[in-house]
Protein backbone atom coordinates (compact mmCIF):
# COMPACT_ATOMS: atom_id res chain seq x y z
CA UNK A 1 0.00 0.00 0.00
CA UNK A 2 1.56 3.33 -1.03
CA UNK A 3 0.57 5.90 2.18
CA UNK A 4 -1.45 8.84 1.26
CA UNK A 5 0.82 11.42 1.66
CA UNK A 6 2.87 9.98 -1.70
CA UNK A 7 -0.87 9.58 -3.66
CA UNK A 8 -0.55 11.99 -6.21
CA UNK A 9 -1.08 16.09 -5.96
CA UNK A 10 -4.71 14.54 -4.82
CA UNK A 11 -7.65 17.02 -5.05
CA UNK A 12 -7.07 17.24 -1.61
CA UNK A 13 -3.78 19.12 -1.73
CA UNK A 14 -4.84 21.28 -4.59
CA UNK A 15 -7.33 23.13 -2.57
CA UNK A 16 -4.67 23.77 -0.16
CA UNK A 17 -2.45 24.49 -2.72
CA UNK A 18 -5.39 27.10 -3.80
CA UNK A 19 -6.19 28.24 -0.85
CA UNK A 20 -2.71 29.85 -0.03
CA UNK A 21 -2.16 33.23 -1.29
CA UNK A 22 0.47 33.95 -3.61
CA UNK A 23 3.15 35.88 -1.81
CA UNK A 24 6.76 37.55 -2.54
CA UNK A 25 9.19 35.10 -4.79
CA UNK A 26 12.39 34.35 -3.49
CA UNK A 27 14.85 33.86 -6.23
CA UNK A 28 18.15 33.39 -4.33
CA UNK A 29 18.70 29.83 -2.86
CA UNK A 30 16.00 27.59 -2.36
CA UNK A 31 12.80 28.38 -1.71
CA UNK A 32 10.82 26.59 0.73
CA UNK A 33 7.50 28.34 0.96
CA UNK A 34 5.05 26.32 -0.71
CA UNK A 35 2.81 28.99 -1.55
CA UNK A 36 5.54 31.63 -2.47
CA UNK A 37 6.07 30.21 -5.91
CA UNK A 38 3.91 31.58 -8.52
CA UNK A 39 4.97 28.86 -11.11
CA UNK A 40 4.12 25.93 -9.19
CA UNK A 41 0.42 27.96 -8.43
CA UNK A 42 0.41 28.23 -12.06
CA UNK A 43 1.34 24.54 -12.94
CA UNK A 44 -1.37 23.07 -10.50
CA UNK A 45 -4.21 25.51 -11.80
CA UNK A 46 -3.27 24.38 -14.96
CA UNK A 47 -2.25 20.71 -14.46
CA UNK A 48 -6.39 20.57 -12.81
CA UNK A 49 -7.86 21.88 -16.24
CA UNK A 50 -5.89 21.52 -19.22
CA UNK A 51 -4.91 18.33 -21.08
CA UNK A 52 -1.00 18.01 -22.32
CA UNK A 53 -2.32 18.60 -26.01
CA UNK A 54 -4.14 21.99 -24.44
CA UNK A 55 -0.38 22.94 -22.91
CA UNK A 56 1.51 21.80 -25.90
CA UNK A 57 -0.70 24.43 -28.45
CA UNK A 58 -0.57 27.19 -25.74
CA UNK A 59 3.37 27.01 -25.00
CA UNK A 60 5.37 28.01 -27.58
CA UNK A 61 8.40 24.74 -28.75
CA UNK A 62 11.51 26.76 -27.84
CA UNK A 63 10.06 28.78 -24.77
CA UNK A 64 13.60 29.28 -22.91
CA UNK A 65 13.19 29.03 -18.95
CA UNK A 66 14.50 32.01 -17.22
CA UNK A 67 18.29 31.23 -16.84
CA UNK A 68 19.81 33.22 -13.36
CA UNK A 69 23.55 34.25 -12.40
CA UNK A 70 26.33 33.01 -10.54
CA UNK A 71 24.96 35.04 -7.17
CA UNK A 72 21.91 33.31 -7.16
CA UNK A 73 22.90 29.65 -6.92
CA UNK A 74 21.99 28.00 -3.65
CA UNK A 75 24.87 27.75 -1.20
CA UNK A 76 23.45 23.75 -0.56
CA UNK A 77 21.32 22.41 -3.34
CA UNK A 78 18.92 20.37 -2.05
CA UNK A 79 18.60 16.77 -2.46
CA UNK A 80 15.26 14.87 -2.95
CA UNK A 81 13.81 11.48 -3.34
CA UNK A 82 16.10 9.02 -3.45
CA UNK A 83 19.80 9.90 -2.30
CA UNK A 84 21.68 6.74 -2.61
CA UNK A 85 20.67 3.92 -4.53
CA UNK A 86 20.81 0.61 -2.86
CA UNK A 87 21.15 -1.24 -5.94
CA UNK A 88 24.80 -3.34 -5.78
CA UNK A 89 25.89 -2.67 -9.76
CA UNK A 90 25.07 0.76 -8.90
CA UNK A 91 26.84 0.53 -5.75
CA UNK A 92 30.06 -1.09 -7.58
CA UNK A 93 29.94 1.70 -10.64
CA UNK A 94 29.61 4.28 -7.93
CA UNK A 95 33.08 2.50 -5.42
CA UNK A 96 35.27 2.78 -8.71
CA UNK A 97 34.10 6.48 -9.42
CA UNK A 98 31.99 5.15 -12.48
CA UNK A 99 34.48 4.37 -14.85
CA UNK A 100 32.79 1.34 -15.87
CA UNK A 101 29.36 2.96 -16.10
CA UNK A 102 27.91 3.10 -19.73
CA UNK A 103 24.85 4.95 -20.57
CA UNK A 104 23.04 2.46 -22.87
CA UNK A 105 20.92 4.54 -25.68
CA UNK A 106 18.64 1.92 -27.97
CA UNK A 107 14.92 0.83 -28.48
CA UNK A 108 13.85 3.47 -32.10
CA UNK A 109 17.56 4.14 -32.71
CA UNK A 110 19.32 3.78 -35.47
CA UNK A 111 22.44 3.03 -33.76
CA UNK A 112 22.55 1.47 -30.43
CA UNK A 113 24.90 3.91 -28.82
CA UNK A 114 27.08 1.94 -25.14
CA UNK A 115 28.92 5.85 -23.79
CA UNK A 116 31.16 6.46 -21.30
CA UNK A 117 30.99 9.92 -18.94
CA UNK A 118 34.81 10.45 -21.58
CA UNK A 119 32.34 10.05 -24.57
CA UNK A 120 29.79 12.05 -22.97
CA UNK A 121 31.99 14.70 -21.47
CA UNK A 122 33.97 14.65 -25.39
CA UNK A 123 30.72 16.06 -26.61
CA UNK A 124 29.90 19.22 -27.12
CA UNK A 125 29.01 20.53 -23.74
CA UNK A 126 26.53 23.38 -22.27
CA UNK A 127 25.85 25.05 -18.96
CA UNK A 128 23.04 26.51 -17.15
CA UNK A 129 21.65 28.20 -14.27
CA UNK A 130 18.29 27.49 -13.89
CA UNK A 131 15.51 27.03 -11.16
CA UNK A 132 14.42 23.49 -10.26
CA UNK A 133 10.64 23.69 -9.24
CA UNK A 134 9.89 20.59 -6.86
CA UNK A 135 6.11 19.45 -6.60
CA UNK A 136 6.18 19.41 -3.38
CA UNK A 137 6.66 23.40 -3.30
CA UNK A 138 10.41 24.26 -2.88
CA UNK A 139 12.94 25.93 -5.53
CA UNK A 140 16.32 25.72 -5.56
CA UNK A 141 18.77 27.10 -8.17
CA UNK A 142 21.33 25.45 -9.08
CA UNK A 143 24.77 25.43 -12.08
CA UNK A 144 24.18 22.35 -14.56
CA UNK A 145 26.44 21.90 -16.82
CA UNK A 146 26.13 18.16 -19.52
CA UNK A 147 25.31 17.46 -23.25
CA UNK A 148 22.72 18.34 -24.66
CA UNK A 149 20.60 15.36 -24.94
CA UNK A 150 20.10 16.47 -28.90
CA UNK A 151 23.60 15.45 -29.11
CA UNK A 152 22.98 12.14 -28.62
CA UNK A 153 19.89 11.53 -29.96
CA UNK A 154 21.23 12.45 -33.28
CA UNK A 155 24.19 10.31 -32.87
CA UNK A 156 21.93 7.41 -32.29
CA UNK A 157 19.90 8.49 -35.29
CA UNK A 158 15.66 8.89 -34.08
CA UNK A 159 13.56 6.53 -36.09
CA UNK A 160 10.62 7.89 -36.96
CA UNK A 161 8.16 5.61 -35.48
CA UNK A 162 9.70 7.25 -32.03
CA UNK A 163 7.22 9.29 -29.91
CA UNK A 164 8.75 9.50 -26.24
CA UNK A 165 12.09 9.22 -24.51
CA UNK A 166 12.40 7.29 -21.74
CA UNK A 167 14.90 7.70 -18.93
CA UNK A 168 15.66 4.16 -17.02
CA UNK A 169 16.87 4.97 -13.29
CA UNK A 170 19.26 2.86 -11.32
CA UNK A 171 17.29 3.50 -7.82
CA UNK A 172 14.03 1.85 -7.01
CA UNK A 173 11.01 2.69 -4.41
CA UNK A 174 9.82 0.08 -2.25
CA UNK A 175 6.01 -0.88 -2.35
CA UNK A 176 5.24 1.86 0.71
CA UNK A 177 6.48 4.77 -1.91
CA UNK A 178 9.63 5.21 -0.16
CA UNK A 179 12.82 5.60 -1.76
CA UNK A 180 15.13 2.01 -1.31
CA UNK A 181 18.32 4.01 -0.06
CA UNK A 182 21.17 2.36 0.91
CA UNK A 183 21.83 2.61 4.76
CA UNK A 184 25.53 2.55 5.77
CA UNK A 185 25.97 -0.55 8.25
CA UNK A 186 22.71 -2.07 6.25
CA UNK A 187 22.92 -5.59 5.04
CA UNK A 188 22.37 -5.98 0.75
CA UNK A 189 19.12 -6.56 0.31
CA UNK A 190 19.29 -7.54 -3.27
CA UNK A 191 17.20 -5.09 -4.51
CA UNK A 192 14.35 -7.59 -6.01
CA UNK A 193 11.10 -5.64 -3.98
CA UNK A 194 9.96 -2.30 -5.23
CA UNK A 195 9.68 -0.96 -8.36
CA UNK A 196 12.49 1.63 -10.60
CA UNK A 197 12.37 5.36 -10.84
CA UNK A 198 11.74 6.05 -14.90
CA UNK A 199 10.59 9.13 -16.72
CA UNK A 200 9.77 10.39 -20.05
CA UNK A 201 9.70 12.75 -22.47
CA UNK A 202 8.78 13.93 -25.86
CA UNK A 203 10.65 14.75 -28.62
CA UNK A 204 9.57 18.91 -28.17
CA UNK A 205 11.53 18.57 -25.09
CA UNK A 206 13.94 16.15 -25.95
CA UNK A 207 15.27 18.40 -28.67
CA UNK A 208 15.07 21.45 -26.16
CA UNK A 209 17.90 23.54 -26.01
CA UNK A 210 17.66 23.31 -21.89
CA UNK A 211 17.67 19.59 -22.00
CA UNK A 212 20.65 18.38 -20.59
CA UNK A 213 21.82 15.51 -19.64
CA UNK A 214 24.37 16.72 -16.28
CA UNK A 215 27.12 15.37 -15.53
CA UNK A 216 28.12 18.46 -12.92
CA UNK A 217 26.68 20.36 -10.71
CA UNK A 218 28.22 24.27 -9.78
CA UNK A 219 31.42 23.02 -11.40
CA UNK A 220 31.36 19.98 -9.56
CA UNK A 221 31.00 15.74 -11.05
CA UNK A 222 27.53 15.41 -9.99
CA UNK A 223 27.22 13.99 -6.74
CA UNK A 224 25.57 10.77 -6.07
CA UNK A 225 22.31 12.91 -3.66
CA UNK A 226 22.02 14.88 -6.85
CA UNK A 227 22.09 11.81 -9.26
CA UNK A 228 25.63 10.82 -10.24
CA UNK A 229 26.84 10.35 -12.82
CA UNK A 230 23.83 11.58 -14.84
CA UNK A 231 20.81 13.21 -14.61
CA UNK A 232 18.28 14.67 -17.05
CA UNK A 233 17.76 18.32 -16.43
CA UNK A 234 14.65 20.22 -18.54
CA UNK A 235 13.55 23.76 -18.51
CA UNK A 236 10.34 23.62 -18.56
CA UNK A 237 9.04 20.68 -16.60
CA UNK A 238 8.98 19.97 -13.07
CA UNK A 239 11.68 18.28 -10.59
CA UNK A 240 10.00 14.60 -10.94
CA UNK A 241 10.67 14.45 -14.60
CA UNK A 242 13.98 14.79 -14.01
CA UNK A 243 15.40 11.21 -13.99
CA UNK A 244 18.71 10.88 -11.70
CA UNK A 245 20.56 8.15 -11.85
CA UNK A 246 20.02 7.42 -15.85
CA UNK A 247 21.59 4.21 -16.64
CA UNK A 248 19.71 3.55 -19.95
CA UNK A 249 17.84 5.92 -22.62
CA UNK A 250 14.97 3.94 -24.82
CA UNK A 251 13.24 5.55 -27.87
CA UNK A 252 9.77 4.13 -27.66
CA UNK A 253 6.35 4.33 -30.00
CA UNK A 254 4.25 4.22 -26.39
CA UNK A 255 5.31 3.40 -22.83
CA UNK A 256 1.55 1.69 -22.37
CA UNK A 257 3.58 -1.66 -21.80
CA UNK A 258 6.48 -0.05 -19.44
CA UNK A 259 5.98 0.04 -15.90
CA UNK A 260 2.07 1.16 -14.81
CA UNK A 261 1.56 2.15 -18.67
CA UNK A 262 1.89 6.55 -17.45
CA UNK A 263 5.22 6.51 -18.56
CA UNK A 264 6.85 7.68 -14.99
CA UNK A 265 7.33 6.14 -11.29
CA UNK A 266 5.17 9.52 -9.87
CA UNK A 267 2.40 9.08 -12.97
CA UNK A 268 1.82 5.80 -12.19
CA UNK A 269 0.97 7.15 -8.69
CA UNK A 270 -1.34 9.71 -10.52
CA UNK A 271 0.84 12.44 -11.10
CA UNK A 272 0.93 15.12 -14.90
CA UNK A 273 2.84 13.29 -17.08
CA UNK A 274 2.93 16.78 -18.45
CA UNK A 275 4.48 18.62 -15.60
CA UNK A 276 4.64 21.82 -17.58
CA UNK A 277 6.06 25.57 -15.55
N1 LIG B 1 15.96 8.40 -10.28
C1 LIG B 1 15.30 9.35 -9.60
N2 LIG B 1 15.12 10.53 -10.18
C2 LIG B 1 14.46 11.51 -9.51
C3 LIG B 1 13.91 11.30 -8.22
C4 LIG B 1 14.13 10.03 -7.63
O1 LIG B 1 13.72 9.76 -6.48
N3 LIG B 1 14.82 9.08 -8.35
N4 LIG B 1 13.21 12.31 -7.58
C5 LIG B 1 12.68 13.38 -8.43
C6 LIG B 1 12.21 14.55 -7.69
S1 LIG B 1 10.65 14.50 -7.03
C7 LIG B 1 12.93 15.69 -7.63
S2 LIG B 1 12.34 17.11 -6.91
C8 LIG B 1 14.31 15.72 -8.15
C9 LIG B 1 15.27 16.00 -7.01
O2 LIG B 1 16.54 16.25 -7.51
P1 LIG B 1 17.67 16.72 -6.51
O3 LIG B 1 17.90 15.57 -5.54
O4 LIG B 1 18.84 17.02 -7.35
O5 LIG B 1 17.12 17.91 -5.79
O6 LIG B 1 14.71 14.52 -8.78
C10 LIG B 1 13.71 13.83 -9.45
N5 LIG B 1 14.31 12.71 -10.14
MO1 LIG C 1 10.13 16.64 -6.65
Known sequence: MIPERKLLVSRRSLLRFGAIGVGSLL???????????PRILSFIDKASVLTYRAQRLILPRDKLAPEFSESDIAPQFRANGSTSPSDPAYRALAAANFVDWRLMVDGLVDKPLKLSLADLRALPASTQITRHDCVEGWSCIG????????????????????RFVVFHCADRFQDDGVPDDFE???????????????????????????TLLAYELNDQTLP?????????????QLGYKMAKYVM??????????MGGGNGGYWEDLG?????GI
Open 27 to 37: LAGCDDAVSEN
Open 271 to 275: YQWYA
Open 248 to 257: RIELVSSFAR
Open 224 to 236: IAYGAPLRLRLGR
Open 184 to 210: PGESDSGNSGGVPYYESIDFVDAYHPQ
Open 143 to 162: KWTGTPLSEVLNRAGVKPQA
